[in-house]
């Protein structure tokens, strides 16, 4: 089974929420994110380790009706990493996002269930060299941009300034691309930027993220806008679709082959997907 029919249709918004935070857990069930990465890393101080855990595991087993669920453990090199790959093989969470990697070699080892499927999240200079390898490992499904991080070790004297780091973003697109998985944009850190965040996430579909990961519910809505296609693309989709007859050839003064057409019907195709989907979860 691949991916695309684990997670069918791909996530779009991929919302942060840590685990220690009952409250946070329990708003998250009505917002409109296709998934929830419950974090037992970087949100959950050292002290409340244990705590995020019990809320993780809490939280999973009530379900969130019409969400995808994953779960942010601590990477091999944390003294955290055993008592989460313990949580993990209790409650199996949908996708597992794996923080840090560097090397594919850093997978082959990871006691998780080989039929969860890991999300890796390239957060170095060195993921960055390695991430064609680590997209082609058989255990990877996605991989997440971490772009803090890379602009810490980049050393860059504006983290916000994601012109510096647009090799590395387009590699991280461009290895998910070649393996035949999914690719997620970083965070936007400025949660009081409204419209910062949607020019960011505007950008991250032209690049060819399939959505973007966040830190606040209010950055849901515009995510889920921003990787939307417009009434213009579907119709502009439907009218290839229907208008072609094989080959090369002309179309409303531009010429399409074979791959437009494809692209036009997986977009279509993902659309009726997703609304089914919200269709299902506005009945329940």
């Known amino acids: 089974m691949t991916i695309f029919q684990t997670l ?6 991929l919302l942060y929420v840590p685990g220690h935070k009952g409250r946070a857990l329990s708003k998250a069930k009505q917002l409109p994110a296709d998934m929830l990465i419950i974090d037992l890393e970087d ?11 019990l809320g993780a595991a809490g939280a999973i087993r009530e ?4 969400k995808y669920v994953a779960l942010r453990i601590n990477g091999p090199d944390s003294p955290y990493h055993a008592e989460d790959l313990s949580l993990v093989q209790q409650v199996r969470p949908d996708i597992i996002v794996l923080p840090k990697v560097d090397h594919p070699a850093v997978l082959d080892g990871l006691a998780t269930p080989a039929d969860v499927p890991l999300f890796a999240m390239i957060e170095s200079p060195t993921g960055i060299f390695n991430a064609q ?13 971490g772009l803090n991080d890379l602009a810490h070790d980049l050393r860059l004297p504006d983290y916000r300034d994601r012109s510096a780091m647009a090799l590395s973003i387009q590699m991280i697109v461009l290895a998910a691309r ?10 936007y850190n400025a949660i009081d930027d409204a419209s910062g965040f949607a020019m960011e996430a505007d950008e991250g579909h032209r690049l060819g993220f399939d959505g973007k990961t966040l830190i606040h519910p209010s950055q849901v809505d515009p995510c889920n806008q921003a990787f939307a296609p417009s009434a213009v693309a579907l119709d502009d989709a439907r009218a290839i679709v229907a208008a072609f007859t094989g080959g090369a050839e002309r179309f409303e003064g531009r010429m399409i082959e074979d791959m437009h057409v494809d692209s036009a019907r997986q977009l279509l195709a993902r659309e009726a ?11 329940q």
């Open 133 to 145: 390898a680590i997209a082609a490992h058989s255990r990877v499904a996605g991989l997440i941009a």
């Open 8 to 13: 069918n249709p791909a996530p779009v918004s």
């Open 63 to 66: 379900g969130f009706s019409g």
């Open 273 to 283: 997907l997703r609304d089914e989907r919200r269709r299902g979860i506005a009945q």
């Open 43 to 53: 949100a959950v101080p050292a002290e409340l380790k244990a705590d995020g855990r």
């Open 178 to 187: 070649a393996a035949g998985i999914l690719a997620y944009d970083g965070v």
